[in-house]
Every structure is written in structure tokens, then in C-alpha cells.
């Protein structure tokens, strides 16, 4: 059981990263303050960085014993990310989810924030700072926007299906494959922005499913319970959740509802 004190702590320590760390730097950055990391597509900031040495911080006091798998930190040292499959709680932290949109001084990006205990997500929290929005989701107790219960849906009958799907800079040949089975009547595909956002999107209604191609989870953990949360589901290509562990089946798909979760489903595995 997440304890309402812990959830409103965390709420704070995140606002407060983001406040001394990312926000002094939005539609600031100096040249020498953006790194490639895998190449043009794929970049870090000292915004990113800063971001999630503040939260490894503040999250391990919050909680004791716990321990933080954050992209940085992967990107550092990759054998870190096993701390996920381990026994402690683990923080799952993306410290600028749209790192490329807040580069171009654009809105369009959030800070993630994951806790894990045995494998499942238990709360999480979706922190867009120039939007100045905050989904909290807590497992079994709902998600908020902004302190306002979150819904959903499902689809107006007969509607064409928005699917936010993996930027086409950001995949292979192979998972370009996959997707373009979403190219068909009655579904309307796009790339897809900040990965975070286009999860609260869903939550919120105004996006029917997103259909992603990499399973990294920092990008992914705490926009997949905002959804659950919200009533709506999501499935891999064979039709199992996703796990945060790794393992998936791709590409894998989140949905206002389980029978949209369905169809997109059904579509990509088309291509099996």
C-alpha cells in the first residue's frame, strides 16, 4: 500500500527538480549544453542530467532502501537497469521525457517518475512543467490530472482510431514493417511526440492508443498504469501485458479501452 503522504511527497520533490534544474534551462540551453548520446536523434541535456541526480537524491530519502534505474544512469553504466528485476523498491525515473522538443523550446515535454515493487508498477507521476499539468496515478485508487479524476473512455462508435506510434527516426526497417499494418481504413497513425504525453493523452481521452516499438522503462512505466488507471489497458503483439522487466513482445500497444487495446493488437500481429 502507497501511502498518501508518500504520493504527495513525491508530487513535491518532483516539482522541485524540474523548478531548480529544468525549467531555469527551457529555451536557454547553450549549444555546449546538448549532447548526442546514439546519435542526431538521441540527445542529453545538462537539464536531463542534473533532473535525475536531484531525484535519485530526494527519491531514496522518501523511501528508504529503495534504489532509482534512470535513463542517464543507464545510459552510464547499462548493466544498472537490472536493479529493475531486483528485490528492492525501485524509483523508474526519465528525467526529460521529449528531450528533443524541450531542446526546440517546445512545450511537448514532461518528467517521468515510476515506483516499483516486485515487478509492478504501484504509482507514478507525469509532470509536464510547461503545460503545468501532473497526472499522479496510484495502483488500484485511480489518476488524477491536476487533482481531477481521470477517465478514459471508449471511442465514439464508428470513429477513426488516433494511434500515436514510435517516431519513424527512432525505428528499424523491421518495426517500420510492423507499423505500417496501422495504416488501414479506420485508424489514423502518427508519430508520436514525448512518450509520457501521449500516454496522458490517452488517459484523458483525446488519444485512442499508442503503439510503441521499444520497451525502455523509464519511457513507459508510468504512463502505462496512468492509463490502467484511467480504464484503459494495453497488450503486447501476442496479447500479454507489458512487463517492465523486459521481455516483450513488440511492438506493443496502450488503449482507452480493451477492445481498442484489441484491434491494434490485432492489426500488428497481422505481420507476425
Not at 12 to 34: F, I, S
Not at 69 to 90: F, K, L, N, Q, S
Not at 111 to 121: H, I, K, Q, R, Y
Request: proline share 6%; glycine share 10%; charged share 25%.
Amino acid at each position: 500500500m502507497i501511502e498518501n503522504t508518500l504520493v504527495a511527497a513525491v508530487e513535491g520533490a518532483v516539482r522541485r527538480a524540474v523548478a531548480d534544474e529544468v525549467m531555469p534551462r527551457y529555451q536557454q540551453l547553450a549549444a555546449h549544453e546538448v549532447v548526442e548520446k546514439n546519435g542526431p536523434y538521441d540527445l542529453v541535456t545538462v537539464a536531463d542530467r542534473g533532473a535525475e541526480e536531484h531525484l535519485t537524491a530526494s527519491l531514496t530519502r522518501l523511501l528508504p532502501g529503495s534504489v532509482v534505474v534512470g535513463e542517464e544512469a543507464v545510459h552510464a553504466d547499462p548493466t544498472a537497469y537490472a536493479a529493475i528485476r531486483g528485490a528492492a523498491p525501485v524509483w523508474i525515473v526519465d528525467p526529460v521525457d521529449g528531450t528533443r522538443q524541450f531542446v526546440h523550446g517546445e512545450p511537448g515535454f514532461c518528467t517521468l517518475v515510476a515506483l516499483a515493487v516486485d515487478g509492478e508498477v504501484q504509482a507514478s507521476w507525469t509532470y509536464a512543467p510547461a503545460l503545468d499539468e501532473m497526472a499522479v496515478a496510484v495502483r488500484g485508487r485511480g489518476a488524477t490530472l491536476n487533482g481531477v479524476p481521470l477517465r478514459s473512455g471508449s471511442p465514439a462508435p464508428g470513429s477513426a482510431l488516433r494511434v500515436a506510434t514510435s517516431h519513424p527516426d527512432y525505428t528499424t526497417e523491421d518495426q517500420k514493417k510492423a507499423l505500417r499494418a496501422l495504416e488501414t481504413e479506420g485508424v489514423l497513425p502518427r508519430p508520436c511526440g514525448s512518450a509520457g504525453l501521449e500516454y496522458l493523452a490517452v488517459a484523458r481521452g483525446e488519444l485512442e492508443a499508442v503503439a510503441f516499438s521499444w520497451e525502455l522503462a523509464w519511457d513507459h512505466a508510468a504512463g502505462l498504469l496512468l492509463v490502467e488507471e484511467a480504464g484503459g489497458t494495453d497488450r503486447t503483439r501476442t496479447g500479454e501485458r507489458y512487463r517492465i522487466a523486459g521481455g516483450n513482445t513488440l511492438p506493443f500497444t496502450a488503449a482507452r479501452d480493451e477492445a481498442t487495446a484489441n484491434r491494434v493488437r490485432g492489426l500488428l500481429a497481422e505481420e507476425d
